[in-house]
């Protein structure tokens, strides 16, 4: 679980230097759908990773050290191995270890808790600052230069499992014209849980590049299905119909029908 870092020195002769070392450690929630529960917990090497280093500033990451009584910056980055977009709401440093002789209660690092909403990319990482200093104690702090405080990271993200579907066109006809129905069904992978409710979104129908009808809302009509209609028209065409998802659980799909 752990990774240490390499230790630096610098050439000052009145710096007391405190170098953190990076350490991978990850819980992920997975939240299905519309249901909002856990669905299980990854650990870390199959969940989001956390990483950091130490800056000087809280708007870039400037490589620096910890120097007694100076403000500094933890920067923590997280990275999303996951081929879905992943929302980090938490990471914190869960155990610190400090090096021979040198207390943890040097390390002031209270403030260190990150809690919000950091929106990964698929296979994406992104960083966010959090306040981290070494205290000055008024003491011999010469058992601190030149070595690392050991972290042992936690954190929670939650992403949405995103299900397949499949858009199928049918068509009716009477002295009105011809009416098509679009019927989109929605499918889960065997690693899933049951489809979560029906697709939900818009179906545009289209006969080549000219849209028939707009965006049209789609009505729920069992467990994996939902559908829509276009018309009465005129004549009967071949017809596309695109189905766009709303609410991020669903894959967009497209089906053709006469």
């Known amino acids: ?23 991978i450690f990850a819980l992920v929630f997975v939240v299905t759908g519309s249901k909002q529960t856990p669905k299980f917990v990854l650990t870390s090497g199959t969940g989001f990773s956390i990483t950091s280093t130490i800056s000087s500033s809280p708007t ?9 009584g100076t403000q500094r910056y933890l920067w923590y980055t997280a990275h999303n191995p996951l081929q879905v977009p992943i929302k980090v709401t938490s990471m914190s440093i869960a155990t610190v270890t400090p ?29 966010v600052p959090v306040p981290i200093s070494l205290l000055d104690t ?7 230069e030149n070595t690392t405080f050991d972290f042992v990271y936690a954190g929670t993200a939650t992403y949405t499992e995103v299900y397949a579907t499949k858009t199928a066109v049918a068509s009716s006809s009477d002295e009105s014209g011809v009416t098509y129905t679009a019927t989109v069904t929605a499918s889960a992978t065997a ?31 069992g ?15 071949t017809i596309t119909a695109v189905y766009t998802n709303t609410d991020g659980n669903f894959h967009d799909s497209f089906g053709t029908g006469s």
């Open 99 to 127: 090096p021979s002789g040198c207390a943890a209660s040097n390390l002031d690092y209270a403030s260190t808790t990150f809690s919000g909403s950091l929106v990964l990319p698929a296979m994406g990482s992104k960083a």
């Open 191 to 221: 690693a899933q849980d049951p489809v979560p409710s029906s697709p939900t979104g818009t179906v545009t129908f289209k006969h080549g590049a000219t849209t028939i009808c707009a965006t049209v809302t789609l009505t729920s009509t």
């Open 223 to 237: 467990t994996t299905t939902s559908t829509t209609t276009c018309g009465p028209i005129s004549a009967s065409e």
């Open 1 to 23: 679980m752990k990774k240490f870092g390499q230790a630096s020195t610098v050439e000052q002769a009145s710096a007391v230097v405190l170098v953190t070392a990076a350490l």
């Open 138 to 144: 008024g003491t011999n702090q010469d058992s601190c």
């Open 60 to 68: 870039k990451q400037t490589a620096a050290l910890l120097y007694p």
